[in-house]
């Protein structure tokens, strides 16, 4: 199971490590729209990201914009919520608790079921190869923080076509 936290106006979806992605349709309306297959007028992007403020500050960005998008702070918990949501795109930090977002990038760009969904890197690291080595490893795109919510928003729509 998971349970759905709100804290300072922020939602954030916590799934335990034993968590049954068939009930990620409970906590969050975004969620219980994709999970059940309904037919929403809105595209999904799932956000896996450990920084509220960040994560906050996509949310208010892209659902102003028309999407409907879902935070969780671990890796493992947005790779599981990946295969329910099929989002157009997942947005990931690469430092996170738990598995690093490398290893989530790995495992999405790796499976049949999410290997066809745009996943765009956004890290507060200063590396010169990270780039490289993150497209190389299946990213779409990679973004520096602190991000202009503006260009944000144009790469997401990018994939909303």
Same mark, same amino acid.
């Given at each position: 199971m998971f349970s759905h936290f709100l804290h300072d /106006?922020?939602?954030?979806i916590s799934l335990n490590d034993d968590a049954d992605t068939a009930g990620c349709g409970l906590a969050d309306p975004a969620v219980k729209n994709a999970a059940s297959g309904t037919p929403n007028e809105r595209p999904f #992007?799932?956000?896996i990201d450990d920084d509220e403020d960040f994560s906050h500050g996509v949310k208010i960005c892209l659902q102003s914009r028309g999407y409907? #998008? #879902?935070? #969780? /702070?671990?890796?493992i918990d947005g790779y599981r919520l990946a295969f329910e949501l099929a989002p157009i795109v997942i947005l990931l930090d690469l430092h996170m608790p738990g598995d690093s977002g490398e290893e989530i990038l790995s495992q999405l760009h790796f499976h049949p079921a999410t290997s066809h969904i745009p996943v765009m890197i956004v890290t507060g690291i200063r590396? /010169?190869?990270?780039r490289d080595r993150?497209?190389?490893s299946g990213a779409t795109e990679v973004l520096q923080k602190p991000l202009n919510?503006?260009?944000l928003a144009k790469e997401v729509a990018k994939f909303s076509s």
């Open positions: /106006s922020h939602d954030i #992007v799932l956000c409907e #998008v #879902v935070r #969780v /702070s671990k890796g590396d /010169s190869n990270l993150m497209i190389a919510y503006d260009q």
